[in-house]
């Protein structure tokens, strides 16, 4: 991709507030699905190890 559709496309995500642009990203949603996603692992994260990464012997 040119050099000047990348920077087009940066000014128009920053002309309708898009936080983040993926100029060659035709679908528009696809960003605040990922968005979606990781807020998603990072609200059931816990501050202690998950059962899958223990040693049996710790189970």
């Known amino acids: 991709m040119p050099a000047r559709d990348v ?3 940066s ?7 898009e936080v983040v642009c993926v100029p ?4 528009a949603e696809a960003v605040g699905r990922l968005t ?8 059931s994260s816990t ?4 059962p899958r990464y223990r ?3 710790r189970q």
Do not use: F, H, W, Y
């Open 36 to 43: 979606a996603a990781e807020l998603g692992l990072r609200s």
């Open 24 to 27: 060659g990203l035709a679908d």
């Open 55 to 57: 040693s049996p012997a």
């Open 7 to 9: 920077v087009t496309a």
């Open 47 to 50: 501050g202690t190890l998950a």
């Open 11 to 17: 000014l128009r995500a920053l002309e309708t507030g």
